[in-house]
């Protein structure tokens, strides 16, 4: 499969501003960008923040991001037939299209299904992963009413350093990976190239009846197509950055993947996708309590349809935005942003849409402050749409540290979600008068800090109106329903005797608050869910273990296909022949736990999978 990466354009993307306006961030301090817009101490971040980093990445042996997500703190995921096909992640139990995916700060997202093709995001290009839980709408817009993810890629710095990956397992699956970096201290560059492929499994046991046109799952007739669903990619990343002097750094990243993926169905049962991230950012910092910005970028999600290798169709959509950010120190521990934001989406397909592109500009501020134990975060922001005109969202956070490594946060904030291509502008079956999709959120959080050990618990409740949904009285979407969503999450990190552990327990109830399902359950979305990591090292040797589940769920709004809960164990071991040669093994869900995140869509029994890495330098 041929590689085609396109040349880098656009100047510039969000930079981390060195205006960190609580305590000052140590070399230990986890900083996230994502949260606030702003470099800050996980710490000291007023919502609740998880942070991934590579060297996690790497020990955990997750093989795509949904692997490396599964089980954290109040996430649920519904997979669709195994490695490579559609995986829609539920944060705080918001739908799937109601969280915001940023790669290196440029938003993507398919703007006819309102979703990120998460499966296709190379784990390999990975540096690290933040994850934000609760509403951002304030400062990032439309998408953001559970949560914001956000991938950043591999950045090297130091000597110049190749590495070299080669794995295989179970499922015929084979995988490469080169790719070197490095820099100094005006410049970095890097540049990984990653393939992989597997045969996959019989992804779908749907049915269909023609006679009475019912059917579930991929909507096959029965034992009709049997056969492994397979997977293949290639991916290229690309990434530099130059500072020409004290005030001026330019940085550029591309990112792309094209995948060849087979599935079950009547209609599709192969898509070739592409996956394309191209971004750039500018940072001026005339002074130590000024920082501008100007970041701009493109995504590109594609994919050609085929059934029995005959093309049936074609859908490309292209994300364009820019932003404009400017971050001022007041005073001590005092920070104010302001920004401009412009985004543009467009769709290409061989359905005739009846409108084919959409204008979005905005503009927020948010307000940082400290003052001794106290810590105060405000935003509003204002989103013109060229569809459904003018929304207005904001969010206030307070925190308050205490004796004995104690801090309590509370926080409000409002989001929406802008309706979907799909949902405004299919023939015949959409509706353009739709309005967005709106929610408040109110939050508690309580944390302590010790030496070995650090404790998380989190509550909150949202409150969901105008969901668009299909109403039968009009043929097409209406905003018909309302939903209650509420739920808790505990996280756990510790350290004894050589040991690491990282857990996080989840509580979820969701509740469908109109229409003849009031009082059930949303659908697709696990009441309890689980995840701990347990890594020991022993000299060149490394063991670690993976425990994850969730509980029930519904497949359906009127709760009649219930899925039962699950729980899977991975085993994982490490040895470092040499400083630079790591080989690593991993047996996936141990005891062949046989389960379902979706009804029909079958998911891989035990597994296993060798990995030889080679970094020297690193």
């Given at each position: 499969?041929?590689?085609?990466?396109?040349?880098?354009?656009?100047?510039?993307?969000?930079?981390?501003?060195?205006?960190?306006?609580?305590?000052?961030?140590?070399?230990?301090?986890?900083?996230?960008?994502?949260?606030?817009?702003?470099?800050?101490?996980?710490?000291?971040?007023?919502?609740?923040?998880?942070?991934?980093?590579?060297?996690?990445?790497?020990?955990?042996?997750?093989?795509?991001?949904?692997?490396?997500?599964?089980?954290?703190?109040?996430?649920?995921?519904?997979?669709?037939?195994g490695?490579?096909?559609?995986?829609?992640?539920?944060?705080?139990?918001?739908?799937?299209?109601?969280?915001?995916?940023?790669?290196?700060?440029?938003?993507?997202?398919?703007?006819?299904?309102?979703?990120?093709?998460?499966?296709?995001?190379p784990?390999?290009?990975?540096?690290?992963?933040?994850?934000?839980?609760?509403?951002?709408?304030?400062?990032?817009?439309?998408?953001?009413?559970?949560?914001?993810?956000?991938?950043?890629?591999?950045?090297?710095?130091?000597?110049?350093?190749?590495?070299?990956?080669?794995?295989?397992?179970?499922?015929?699956?084979?995988?490469?990976?080169?790719?070197?970096?490095?820099?100094?201290?005006?410049?970095?560059?890097?540049?990984?190239?990653?393939?992989?492929?597997?045969?996959?499994?019989?992804?779908?046991?749907?049915?269909?009846?023609?006679?009475?046109?019912?059917?579930?799952?991929?909507?096959?007739?029965?034992?009709?197509?049997?056969?492994?669903?397979?997977?293949?990619?290639?991916?290229?990343s690309?990434?530099?950055?130059?500072?020409?002097?004290?005030?001026?750094?330019?940085?550029?990243?591309?990112?792309?993947n094209?995948?060849?993926?087979?599935?079950?169905?009547?209609?599709?049962?192969?898509?070739?996708?592409v996956?394309?991230?191209?971004?750039?950012?500018?940072?001026?910092?005339?002074?130590?309590?000024?920082?501008?910005?100007?970041?701009?970028?493109?995504?590109?999600?594609?994919?050609?349809?085929?059934?029995?290798?005959?093309?049936?169709?074609?859908?490309?959509?292209?994300?364009?935005?820019?932003?404009?950010?400017?971050?001022?120190?007041?005073?001590?521990?005092?920070?104010?942003?302001?920004?401009?934001?412009?985004?543009?989406d467009?769709?290409?397909?061989?359905?005739?849409y009846?409108?084919?592109?959409?204008?979005?500009q905005?503009?927020?501020?948010?307000?940082?402050?400290?003052?001794?134990?106290?810590?105060?975060?405000?935003?509003?922001?204002?989103?013109?749409?060229e569809?459904?005109?003018?929304?207005?969202?904001?969010?206030?956070?307070?925190?308050?540290?205490?004796?004995?490594?104690?801090?309590?946060?509370?926080?409000y904030?409002?989001?929406?979600?802008?309706?979907?291509?799909?949902?405004?502008?299919?023939?015949?079956?959409?509706?353009?008068?739709?309005?967005?999709?709106?929610?408040?959120?109110?939050?508690?959080?309580?944390?302590?800090?010790?030496?070995?050990?650090?404790?998380?618990?989190?509550?909150?409740?949202?409150?969901?109106?105008?969901?668009?949904?299909?109403d039968?009285?009009?043929?097409?979407?209406?905003?018909?329903?309302?939903?209650?969503?509420?739920?808790?999450?505990?996280?756990?990190?510790?350290?004894?005797?050589?040991?690491?552990?990282?857990?996080?327990?989840?509580?979820?109830?969701?509740?469908?608050?109109?229409?003849?399902?009031?009082?059930?359950?949303?659908?697709?979305?696990?009441?309890h869910?689980?995840?701990?990591?347990?890594?020991?090292?022993?000299?060149?040797?490394?063991?670690?273990?993976?425990?994850?589940?969730?509980?029930?769920?519904?497949?359906?709004?009127?709760?009649?296909?219930?899925?039962?809960?699950?729980?899977?164990?991975?085993?994982?071991?490490?040895?470092?022949?040499?400083?630079?040669?790591?080989?690593?093994?991993?047996?996936?869900?141990?005891?062949?736990?046989?389960?379902?995140?979706?009804?029909?869509?079958?998911?891989?029994?035990?597994?296993?999978?060798?990995?030889?890495?080679?970094?020297?330098?690193?």
């Amino acid at each position: 499969m041929s590689l085609r990466i396109q040349t880098l354009a656009a100047a510039c993307a969000l930079a981390l501003p060195a205006l960190v306006y609580a305590r000052d961030a140590t070399d230990l301090d986890q900083v996230v960008v994502t949260a606030t817009r702003t470099a800050i101490s996980a710490d000291d971040a007023l919502t609740p923040v998880e942070v991934i980093d590579r060297a996690q990445i790497e020990r955990s042996q997750a093989r795509s991001l949904p692997d490396l997500l599964r089980g954290r703190a109040g996430i649920s995921l519904s997979n669709q037939g195994g490695q490579g096909k559609l995986t829609t992640l539920f944060l705080r139990g918001a739908e799937s299209d109601h969280v915001l995916v940023l790669v290196d700060g440029i938003r993507i997202g398919s703007p006819t299904s309102g979703l990120a093709a998460l499966q296709d995001l190379p784990i390999e290009a990975i540096d690290r992963l933040e994850i934000v839980r609760g509403p951002r709408a304030s400062l990032y817009g439309s998408e953001a009413i559970g949560g914001v993810i956000q991938v950043f890629t591999r950045r090297d710095r130091g000597g110049f350093a190749p590495r070299v990956r080669l794995d295989g397992g179970s499922h015929g699956t084979l995988g490469y990976g080169v790719g070197f970096g490095g820099g100094n201290g005006r410049g970095w560059f890097g540049a990984d190239f990653q393939h992989a492929r597997t045969d996959g499994i019989n992804a779908c046991d749907g049915f269909y009846d023609p006679a009475t046109f019912e059917g579930a799952g991929c909507f096959i007739a029965p034992g009709s197509q049997p056969d492994r669903d397979g997977y293949e990619k290639d991916a290229l990343s690309l990434r530099g950055g130059i500072d020409f002097d004290e005030h001026w750094s330019l940085e550029g990243h591309a990112l792309r993947n094209e995948g060849d993926n087979g599935f079950d169905g009547d209609f599709y049962d192969r898509a070739e996708t592409v996956q394309q991230v191209i971004g750039g950012k500018l940072r001026w910092r005339p002074s130590s309590r000024v920082d501008l910005h100007l970041t701009a970028g493109r995504n590109v999600d594609a994919s050609d349809n085929f059934r029995d290798r005959d093309f049936i169709d074609y859908f490309s959509t292209d994300r364009d935005s820019a932003t404009l950010q400017g971050d001022f120190g007041l005073a001590a521990n005092q920070l104010l942003s302001v920004g401009l934001d412009w985004l543009r989406d467009r769709v290409d397909a061989t359905t005739a849409y009846d409108e084919t592109e959409r204008d979005n500009q905005a503009a927020f501020v948010q307000y940082q402050g400290r003052f001794g134990a106290h810590a105060l975060e405000a935003s509003v922001r204002r989103d013109d749409n060229e569809q459904f005109g003018g929304h207005t969202t904001g969010s206030a956070a307070w925190g308050l540290s205490f004796g004995g490594g104690w801090r309590l946060r509370a926080g409000y904030g409002s989001a929406f979600k802008a309706p979907t291509f799909n949902e405004l502008y299919y023939p015949f079956f959409s509706n353009p008068n739709l309005r967005p999709e709106e929610s408040d959120t109110w939050e508690l959080g309580l944390a302590w800090q010790g030496e070995a050990l650090a404790v998380n618990l989190d509550a909150f409740e949202t409150e969901v109106e105008d969901l668009i949904a299909y109403d039968a009285a009009l043929g097409m979407p209406n905003n018909v329903d309302r939903a209650r969503m509420r739920g808790a999450e505990l996280g756990v990190d510790a350290r004894w005797g050589g040991w690491t552990l990282a857990g996080a327990l989840s509580w979820l109830d969701t509740e469908n608050r109109s229409g003849p399902y009031r009082g059930n359950d949303l659908a697709r979305r696990a009441r309890h869910g689980a995840r701990f990591d347990l890594d020991r090292a022993f000299g060149r040797f490394r063991l670690g273990v993976t425990a994850a589940g969730e509980g029930s769920r519904y497949d359906d709004v009127a709760n009649l296909h219930r899925l039962g809960g699950y729980g899977t164990v991975d085993l994982r071991a490490e040895y470092a022949l040499t400083p630079a040669l790591t080989v690593q093994a991993r047996v996936a869900n141990v005891f062949d736990r046989d389960y379902e995140t979706a009804w029909f869509y079958n998911q891989p029994g035990r597994e296993w999978y060798l990995t030889l890495r080679y970094a020297p330098g690193q």
